[in-house]
């Protein structure tokens, strides 16, 4: 039972980048899934969160991060996606993502972390 992420790198400001968090061992629809990132000499901090369910109206990104960031799901591909556009330095950090324990966000807790993934926004 694990969670990989993938897709970071090298992105200029203003560029895009769309990260992956694929399971392996279960079943990805059935729980939330959320997006962090820890910049260096920083805390870890929650990007987005997706819900089982598009419906549910539980779904969010943060602040920082609304209208540019997208979270999504494609359950056939048992993946999660952070779709990042107009990137800016201040999004530099490794980016993880978690399984929650419940099926809304933001879920009661967070049992199972991918191992991350580098970000570099810098021209």
């Known amino acids: 039972v694990q969670l990989q992420a993938f897709g970071g790198g090298l992105v200029q400001p203003g560029g895009s980048l769309r990260l992956s968090c694929t399971a392996s061992?279960?079943?990805?629809?059935?729980?939330?899934i959320g997006w962090f990132r820890q910049a260096p000499g920083k805390e870890r901090e929650g990007v987005s969160c997706?819900?089982?369910?598009?419906?549910?109206?539980?779904?969010y990104v943060v602040d920082s991060v609304k209208g540019r960031f997208t979270i999504s799901r494609d359950n056939a591909k048992n993946t999660v996606y952070l779709q990042m556009d107009n990137v800016k330095p201040e999004d530099t950090a490794v980016y993880y993502c978690?399984?929650?324990?419940?099926?809304?966000?933001?879920?009661?807790?967070?049992?199972?972390w991918g191992q991350g993934t580098q970000v570099t926004v810098s021209s």
């Open positions: 061992g279960f079943t990805l629809r059935h729980y939330a």
């Open positions: 997706t819900s089982y369910s598009d419906s549910d109206g539980t779904s």
């Open positions: 978690a399984k929650g324990r419940s099926y809304d966000c933001p879920p009661t807790a967070y049992d199972l």
